[in-house]
């Protein structure tokens, strides 16, 4: 939180986070530890993320447009908002945290493991056989997280509006009105135990316990004021 503090004193125009959990997959609908591999979602889940086109966390212009690149993710931002697919960055820093030797268990199948209980009690201090290390997957999300703030505080000089695939304009950069910075809206299409601990980096009293994903295919916004 201190380091989020210091970008916003110096200079990082206010942000809007629309963080979107990709949809369902066959491993989600069976409760399934699902991290690094990376399945395909259900073919019906298109149809709903469809539908999702109008919802208001998903509509207007959106400042820059971050995907993790497994393709659950590719294929939620490629259902629901099919126009921002070619200005999309593919960014493996968005990946879930990999689970190693669990992937594909139940905590029924695991409930039993001594070191996965110990894992669910402190996911810092234990980490998954040949999985990934909770330090290495909270380092990569801070630092895309840092690395937007630096970009967002760079970017002063208006470009013009790129033409969406629907018709719509979108600005590649923060429109200046007078001496009034607009607000920066970010769509981020993601993982559920990314969304987490994006929330509980960002917002006060929010761990990662605590965090709440949006249920699959869903957007949850986040206001940098």
Known sequence: MNNLRQEKSHGT???ELVL???GHTQWNKERRYLGSSDLPLLPEERDGLAAHRELPELTGDFWRIYC???LRCRETLAAAVPWLEDQAVYDPRLREMSFGEWEGCTYEQLSDNLLYRSWIDDPAAVTPPGGE???AFAARLEQFLTDL???AGLSTICCPDQQRGDGQT???APVILGHER???RVLIVTHGGVIRHLLAKIQPGVTFRTGIAPPPGTATVIQLQ
């Open 13 to 15: 125009p206010p942000l």
């Open 20 to 22: 979107l959990r990709h």
């Open 170 to 172: 979108s600005s590649s």
């Open 182 to 184: 607009k607000k920066l």
């Open 68 to 70: 993790s690149d497994l």
């Open 149 to 151: 703030l630096q970009e």
């Open 133 to 135: 290390a909770w330090a």
